[in-house]
């Protein structure tokens, strides 16, 4: 796979493609709105510079292959809706993390279930992964729902050193 691609994922009704400079103000939102990170511990983005930083830090992943992160809008509407990504790899390239986020006017429309579904084929089918997990937060309903509903099983006794209250999901090649 070239180095700097990054593949457009098209399904029904969405579009998943590079995450661009011009996103700055949506990627700012999803990484600072209290209710989007109601959940989730990272760091936020309010300002522009900050925004574009991490547009040029998934940028310098995608070209390293160390990071596949999409944009997700409708393909009715070019508008970035969230985004979703595969990261944090295992050495042998076997195992990654899922990590998505939506804006909550978006939510429960399905359009996450829609876009994962298309990435958990591109990692196992393009990437050849054997093991994709999700890390999420212990209350997160919504999200705990959208990793059952797609065959994700709870791993017990497993925990997230870097946060408490997760908890880890994973899916082996094959369950999908």
């Not at 944090?88 to 195992?95: G, L």
């Amino acid at each position: 796979m070239n180095k700097n691609y990054l593949p457009k994922i098209k399904t029904e009704r969405l579009l998943l493609r590079e995450l661009k400079q011009s996103d700055w103000e949506v990627i700012s939102y999803l990484r600072s709105d209290q209710i989007v990170n109601k959940f989730v511990k990272r760091p936020s983005a309010e300002t522009k510079e900050k925004a574009l930083a991490f547009i040029s830090k998934i940028s310098d992943g995608i070209k390293k292959q160390n990071i596949y992160y999409w944009s997700i809008s409708e393909k009715s509407n070019p508008e970035m809706v969230g985004s979703i990504c595969l990261w944090n790899f295992s050495k042998d390239k076997k195992t990654a993390e899922i990590g998505y986020d939506l804006n909550p006017k978006f939510q429960q429309k399905g359009i996450m279930n829609e876009a994962l579904k298309s990435v958990l084929e591109f990692g196992f089918e393009n990437l050849k992964l054997e093991v994709i997990e999700a890390f999420t937060h212990k209350e997160n309903a919504s999200s705990k729902k959208l990793l059952e509903r797609n065959k994700f099983k709870l791993i017990r006794g497993r925990k997230d050193e870097d946060n408490k209250d997760n908890i880890i999901y994973e899916i082996k090649k094959g369950s999908s």
